[in-house]
């Protein structure tokens, strides 16, 4: 079965802390991506990344970082934690051809981030 | 935005009855997907439906695709409890290596 895994379902952190979210895929996808999903706003895009070492920013990329050395792993950095971006984030990843083909995209189960 | 927007934002109906969501959008697609999500959990694929087909079956769902109203809709036939969840359209736009998602419709399923 696919499998997208999100290392911490519920974090607690301080203000102004580096925060890291960190999330692999089992699935050999080019793509990954993270998303935040508020309520009422539904799900906005970060990041996301087609290759190793390859990042694009997505519709709110402001505050936030992103890492990908290899590619099963998709890390999501917060480099001084607000309490605005307490929040949650899903993490999911597609293969190549997104664009051509349609491919379905597979999510985590999401890591639950609260700033205090 | 290129954001699709779900219509309604919440539906309640009694078991067995059909319930019917619709998803708009503003620009030309690729295709159309269908996502669900249960509460506090990740969203799981229902269905996909390309720019040229205009229907399709998936079991109790049922999705239509209007492009010339840029406009879709997910049908749920015999509703049951366990279909109580959140429903999002995404779109896949032509250049984008991205889906864009909608807002969601918050369907409740009553006994």
């Known amino acids: 079965d696919v499998k997208v895994t999100q290392s911490s379902r519920y974090l607690v952190k301080r203000t102004g802390e580096k925060v890291f979210l960190e999330c692999v895929q089992d699935m050999d996808h080019e793509n990954m991506f993270w998303y935040r999903q508020d309520p009422g706003l539904g799900l906005r895009l970060i990041y996301f990344s087609y290759d190793v070492k390859m990042k694009e920013k997505g519709d709110i990329p402001e505050g936030y970082s992103v890492s990908r050395e290899k590619k099963e792993r998709f890390s999501l950095i917060l480099e001084s934690a607000s309490t605005n971006q307490t929040s949650m984030y899903l993490c999911a990843s597609s293969p190549r051809g997104l664009r051509k083909s349609g491919n379905t995209i597979y999510f985590g189960e999401g890591s639950w981030l609260t700033v205090v | 935005s290129q954001q699709g927007e779900e219509d309604p934002q919440a539906l309640s109906i009694q078991e067995g009855e059909n319930a019917t969501m619709n998803c708009s959008y503003k620009t030309s697609i690729n295709n159309l997907q269908w996502y669900r999500q249960n509460s506090g959990r990740g969203l799981v694929h229902l269905i996909l439906?390309?720019?040229?087909?205009r229907e399709k079956h998936s079991g109790r769902l049922r999705v239509t695709l209007d492009t010339s109203k840029k406009s879709s809709s997910l049908l749920i036939t015999a509703s049951r409890a366990a279909d109580t969840a959140s429903y999002f359209c995404a779109t896949d736009f032509w250049g984008a290596q991205k889906l864009v998602f909608g807002q969601g419709t918050r369907l409740t399923i009553n006994p």
């Open positions: 439906i390309r720019s040229n087909e």
